[in-house]
């Protein structure tokens, strides 16, 4: 993790976002890379890891080891300070049921899936050189960095962002973009794209999507890209509204395919979504206020895709949100 972007981060436990976040290097790669070491809030004393250079803020740290287990064990053999490993061997202890990996971590079902679809170079594959001439596998990325003006002094949050192509793209229309994602193989996946680019102007990190460490009036625009089957809708809303400057843009793109996942809040469809997003204090694009098709393709193997046309939204915050909602405490905090 970059040092100097933990002036970005605010403890997530306090409900204003005022309080900062400090950083303790344990071991570090560069003067401004932090490889092991915490994020430490000094008012209630929240402590979160940064483990081969990414921090991972979530709320409950041994619930997200639960269900990674084979990284956990990786994070055990590797890391090099005593005091990581330390923490890391007493979080474990609090590990109740223990289950096979993430499916969109690396080794899981989805990841390798996920990492071919950012990836903008298809000319080798086989259903790609059929369709070439008629459908685009990366138009919604185009979509979104074409459609986009540029404003060198704005910051920008890519929510769900996998192995990073989006937000390294949004690099050159911002001054600074912020990539988060719930999986930690996506986002070491992502910072090696980021180093390998030699992209100064951007970080990654493990977050959960409500469980936010950053003020309020921050961002200038948020992506989320095909994430709202996977939280809590409102929430996310009421989470997203708070973040953006007033005026500034929100670009969602959703399948609606509410299948694959646990369904955590309910299912929406393009005029049920549309709806909450009205009523949540956003204004809805008009090129975007009827339902939109825009090709999307995942590849599960070598003989199997899946192919959505998502609907791409643009909305616009414009007002105070308004929705009474049950406090964050009672809803599963988890993608």
């Known amino acids: 993790m970059k040092i100097n972007f933990v002036n970005h981060l605010t403890c997530p436990n306090h409900s204003d976002r005022n309080i900062k976040l400090s950083i303790k290097s344990l071991i570090c790669q560069s003067e401004n890379e932090c490889t092991e070491g915490f994020l430490e809030c000094k008012e209630c004393e929240a402590t979160f890891p940064i483990i081969d250079g990414i921090a991972i803020i979530v709320n409950d740290i041994a619930g997200y080891i639960e269900t990674r287990t084979e990284i956990y064990g990786r994070w055990i053999l590797n890391c090099k300070s005593n005091d990581l490993k330390e923490y890391l061997k007493n979080i474990g202890k609090k590990i109740s049921n223990p289950t096979n990996i993430d499916r969109y971590e690396e080794g899981g079902i989805l990841f390798p899936t996920y ?19 008629k459908i685009k596998p990366n138009e919604i990325h185009y979509k979104i960095i074409h459609g986009l003006n540029t404003k060198l002094d704005g910051i920008v949050l890519d929510i769900g962002c996998a192995t990073g192509t989006t937000t390294l793209q949004l690099t050159n229309k911002f001054s600074f973009v912020i990539g988060v994602d719930l999986s930690f193989s996506f986002i070491k996946e992502a910072r090696k794209n980021m180093y390998e680019s030699n992209i100064s102007n951007v970080e990654f990190f493990v977050m959960d999507v409500t469980y936010v460490p950053f003020s309020q009036l921050k961002f200038d625009l948020i992506i989320a890209l095909n994430v709202i089957e996977l939280v809590n809708t409102r929430l996310f809303l009421k989470m997203t509204h708070k973040i953006l400057k007033p005026h500034a843009e929100m670009i969602i793109a959703s399948p609606y395919d509410f299948n694959r996942e646990k369904t955590i809040d309910k299912i929406y469809d393009e005029k049920s979504l549309r709806d909450i997003l009205r009523s949540s204090g956003f204004e809805i694009s008009v090129k975007t206020e009827s339902e939109t098709f825009t090709p999307w393709i995942l590849k599960i193997s070598e003989r199997t895709y899946l192919f959505y046309f998502v609907d791409f939204i643009k ?12 406090p964050l405490k009672e809803y599963d905090r988890r993608f």
């Not at 909305?315 to 049950?326: A, G, R």
Request: hydrophobic share 35%; aromatic share 6%; net charge positive.
């Open 315 to 326: 909305v616009k915050k414009i007002s105070k949100h308004k929705s009474k909602e049950m």
């Open 115 to 133: 990492k071919w679809m950012q990836n903008a170079n298809h000319t080798e594959d086989r259903l790609m050189k059929l369709l070439r001439w």
